[in-house]
């Protein structure tokens, strides 16, 4: 793949279900970064992977949240019961050296 | 603690004049300097970077300026022109620990 991609790309959801957003990084890319957007806002750092562990999950905004990332690629982003204020674009970036490469973000909408 | 504070928050300018966003850092240890372009819809894009071992970096109509003893840098878009209205990050790394601004939404109106 060329890019960083991001699935799904919208996901509407009811108040107190479960979601699962997924990232894939650029093949080879070691690092990879989940961060939440909301309207209008900047970037929320949530949690940072070097290869399969997360040395950084200082951005997590409760333990309803929790990432994983297998086998050095493909990495989710679980939240559980969510809540409306959850709702945002969830974007993903990998990266090799210093610079970041984004996803075009999954939105998300707790009704 | 907000370790790169960005300037301003939002942005008018017009068609061919010269926009400028600020940002200033904390952190000495920080050893790349990038800023991001966002479309709306998009995800943040890399549009220039800079090291703190130069002053300045061109590409094009974008400049970035760096003034390490003061802690800051800066970029320049030179020319503005609507189809560089999006929002703008500064970022300030080291390694693989990257810390983000707030971001710069910027209009370009004709």
Redesign the interface.
Known sequence: GAG?SQSPSNKVTEKGKDVELRCDPISGHT?L?WYRQSL????E?LI?F?GNSAP?KSGLPSDRFSAERTGGSVSTLTIQRTQQEDSAVY?C?S?AQ????????TRLLVL | QQQVKQSPQSLIVQKGGISIINCAYENTAFD?F?W?QQFP??????LI?IRPDVSEKKEGRFTISFNKSAKQFSLHIMDSQPGDSATY?CAA?R????T????T?LQVIP
């Open positions: 960083v690092a970064y209008g806002q900047g970037l750092f940072y070097q950084d974007l970036a990266s210093e610079t970041q490469y984004f996803g075009p973000g | 790349y990038p991001y819809g998009k995800g943040p894009a890399l970077a990050f790394s390694g693989q620990k990257v983000f601004g707030i971001g939404k």
